[in-house]
């Protein structure tokens, strides 16, 4: 798929999937605890759009969708983690988006098997998730959050890895399973002409009969312009003609 890195069709892709990230934030079940010992740690499946942006679009525009949902949400749906879960949430699936989109075009131009290349792509944005939410939480909670590091630390294997390695594989599984039947008519779309060569051929025909109308006309203008100076001038001579035979006439 040999497409500009934005154009039209792409940024109106891009719009669409991340209008459709917030509105599953919405939807009654699609956000819910999945470790009990942390039930302030919420599934959710907004990322779902935006790991099938970074597999059809590529990971800029997965990181772009990323941020624009992710700001939607901290002023919207979860507005009570404020900046801290902006912040966090571009931190895990933006490093998704950068691993898993900018491996899976590697693989796609070493012409690897689609479902290979997907799984394998997967596999390691989930663990680049995992590993950047470790060090995130490790440096940037105990500060927004107020919570004691070491605190922090006996939740981190039983509760902070499992859920975002859940999360991270769920969604990512999710996006990579839609992209298969999905992708090509992705394609299609980047790659359709707004314009099509047919359209430019009929367009140049219309011009160049226009252009060939505006000269025939110029030309007939132009002769019946000689053939009115011509007429006139045919008057003219008969009028100074009658003229010279009046004043013979006269003087005879």
Known sequence: M???????????????????????????????????????LEYDACDIPIMFTTFAYGPISGLIVTFIVSVVQGVTVSSQSGFYGILMHILATGSFSLSAGFLFAFLKKKKLN??????????????????????????ITPLFMKVPFSELMKL???AIIP?????????????????????????????????????????????????NGQINNSQSFENEQILSNDSVSMKNDNISNSNQDNTQNTQN
């Open 114 to 139: 689609q479902i290979a290349s997907l799984a394998i792509s997967t596999l390691v944005g989930s663990i680049c998730w995992l590993v950047i939410m470790v060090f995130a939480n490790m440096a």
């Open 163 to 211: 859920f975002n390695l859940i999360k991270a594989s769920a969604n990512g599984v999710i996006g990579a399973i839609l992209y298969i039947p999905l992708h090509k008519s992705v394609s299609k779309y980047l790659d359709k002409q707004v314009v099509t060569d047919e359209d430019l051929a009929a367009a140049s025909q219309v011009y160049d009969s226009t252009q």
């Open 2 to 40: 040999k497409t500009k890195l934005f154009n039209t069709r792409k940024i109106t892709g891009m719009a669409i999937l991340s209008a459709l990230s917030i509105v599953l934030l919405y939807i009654p079940g699609l956000r819910f605890p999945i470790i009990t010992l942390t039930p302030f």
């Open 156 to 158: 981190m294997l039983p």
